[in-house]
């Protein structure tokens, strides 16, 4: 699918983090896609049930939506109300940069994987203290004052330190309640762990013992995405990630379940508009 490969191309981010504060008076309608960077949404005001990997979660206001990077995801707005929300895009490079040994920013993202639920939901006098963090990041984005970038810095590092400080307190911030297909988030979870695997249609099929034609058209369903391209970008994202810890290109591929370098190179090539190599 075409807008899945373009969203990736332009989803680099060249800043370390950037913050929008957005307002739709009219629903808008989006492509399941993802990016190259984490994202967070604190969640504001709106008629939105927000699909991430075969999940929908439907958002109530200040609710805080956490996107890895790589994750596939699309909000579905309703007519009602504004759908108003503030918007962090955060490199990857940027928590590693200011993570610490027994203290990795990266925390919350980590977490939303092992609880299995993208939204969290703090409490009314939690929320309030992080929510004043967002206001006077946002305000620091906008204004041209005196160390502008370090002072947005430092709030933003202030806002994502408290977030991760709420996880660890609790886990039952990480709200567990999504509509989803028990059977199609069962595969989703299998693929992103077994990537080196044979992940053909039809051990895919005897694994989960559904038909292939009902197994192909429901994952379609819920993601947007046919098992072959999801498995497909799936294998190439993982790979690009371990090319940029330091990993060769061809080990890269094999253990990310390509038979061979050449079609790993192509694919890798037409999705991200550049060689393996140009990453070693």
């Given at each position: ?84 929300r503030y918007v962090f895009y955060i490199s990857e490079e940027f928590l590693k940069e200011h993570s610490e040994r027994e203290s990795d920013l990266a925390l919350c993202f980590q ?170």
């Amino acid at each position: 699918m075409e807008e899945h490969r373009d969203s990736v191309k332009s989803g680099y981010l060249l800043e370390k983090f950037r913050l929008f504060h957005l307002k739709d008076n009219r629903p808008k309608e989006y492509e399941y896609h993802y990016h190259d960077f984490h994202k967070l949404i604190w969640f504001i005001s709106g008629n939105v049930e927000y699909h991430v990997e075969g999940k929908a979660y439907k958002l109530e206001p200040y609710d805080i939506l956490l996107v890895g990077r790589g994750q596939i995801h699309k909000p579905f707005i309703g007519t009602e109300e504004n759908y108003e929300r503030y918007v962090f895009y955060i490199s990857e490079e940027f928590l590693k940069e200011h993570s610490e040994r027994e203290s990795d920013l990266a925390l919350c993202f980590q977490m939303a994987l092992k609880e299995d639920s993208s939204v969290i939901r703090l409490s009314p006098s939690d929320s309030g203290l992080l929510f004043e963090t967002v206001k006077l990041l946002d305000r620091s984005v906008r204004e041209k004052a005196y160390a502008k970038e370090m002072y947005s810095r430092i709030l933003f590092l202030k806002l994502i330190i408290e977030l991760n400080r709420c996880c660890l307190q609790s886990r039952e911030v990480f709200h567990k309640t999504a509509r989803y297909d028990k059977k199609i988030v069962e595969m989703i979870h299998y693929i992103n762990d077994h990537l080196s695997d044979d992940l053909s249609i039809e051990n895919l099929s005897a694994r989960f013992y559904l038909s292939k034609y009902h197994m192909m058209r429901k994952f379609k369903e819920e993601t947007g995405y046919s098992m072959h391209q999801y498995i497909l970008e799936k294998r190439i994202l993982a790979a690009r990630n371990r090319i940029l810890s330091g990993m060769s290109a061809s080990t890269a591929c094999m253990e990310c379940g390509f038979k061979d370098y050449s079609t790993f190179s192509r694919a890798y090539k037409k999705l991200l508009n550049r060689l393996p190599s140009d990453d070693n």
